[in-house]
């Protein structure tokens, strides 16, 4: 009997310390700041959005999502003339990837010609090229890696969602991964919070229930 009243007691104790950690923490991560920098391009695409989601096409000329391989072949500079002689100031979300590390620095010199990087938003699927590219080109704009994104959706289920660092300037949530429903809305808000902008795609259309800054389109 001793034992098992030990055993209930000891069960008890840890429970609540774990009840008292989460608590402490969920607190502390309610109470972190909201982050106030956007580049130039975030801050242009935020305020667009106010009035209606934007959508981002194939061939739009005012917003459109394009995927370039670079250093594959020697087609990249002809590909961005192509992409933005006919409209300079077309806004561009760019799912890029590399066929070799060597190819970082073509991207580089490519994005600086003309200034393109200004109306560019780099996404990839390898958080790690994004992370490299960043360090390089720290004001450019950036989208969310999918690693962050699992990281996200471990502590959101737990409510410690805003104990990451929301670094990248463009929440993208992949629906390659994810299923598109209303439980999206605490994650658009919570990055929204942040003063970040928030797209989602691939999605044939806009769908009803769902409101961030902006949809991919396929």
């Not at 001793?2 to 502390?28: C, N, P, Q």
């Not at 490519?110 to 780099?122: A, C, E, H, K």
């Not at 691939?202 to 396929?218: A, F, H, K, T, Y």
Request: glycine letters at 4%; aromatic letters at 12%; one cysteine or more.
């Amino acid at each position: 009997m001793k034992d098992i009243f030990g055993f209930v007691a000891l069960s008890s104790m840890i429970l609540l310390t774990l009840f008292l950690v989460w608590y402490g923490l969920s607190r502390y991560s309610q109470s972190q700041p909201a982050a106030t920098y956007q580049t130039a391009l975030v801050k242009e695409l935020v305020n667009e959005s106010q009035k209606a989601p934007l959508l981002w096409t194939e061939e739009s000329s005012e917003y459109q999502w394009r995927r370039m391989k670079f250093g594959a072949h020697e087609k990249n500079d002809q590909q961005l003339t192509e992409l933005f002689k006919n409209a300079p100031n077309k806004r561009v979300l760019l799912f890029f990837s590399l066929a070799t590390p060597k190819a970082l620095p073509m991207l580089r010199t490519l994005f600086l010609q003309d200034d393109r990087w200004r109306n560019t938003i780099f996404c990839s699927r390898a958080d790690g090229l994004l992370k490299d590219l960043r360090r390089l080109e720290p004001h450019w704009s950036f989208c969310s890696g999918e690693i962050f994104m699992t990281r996200l959706l471990a502590l959101s289920s737990l409510k410690l969602g805003k104990m990451l660092d929301f670094s990248a300037d463009v929440f993208f949530i992949h629906l390659d991964n994810m299923k598109a429903s209303k439980s999206l809305g605490p994650l658009i808000e919570m990055a929204q919070s942040q003063n970040k902008l928030v797209l989602i795609g691939p999605s044939p259309r806009p769908l009803e229930g769902i409101d961030p800054n902006g949809w991919m389109v396929q």
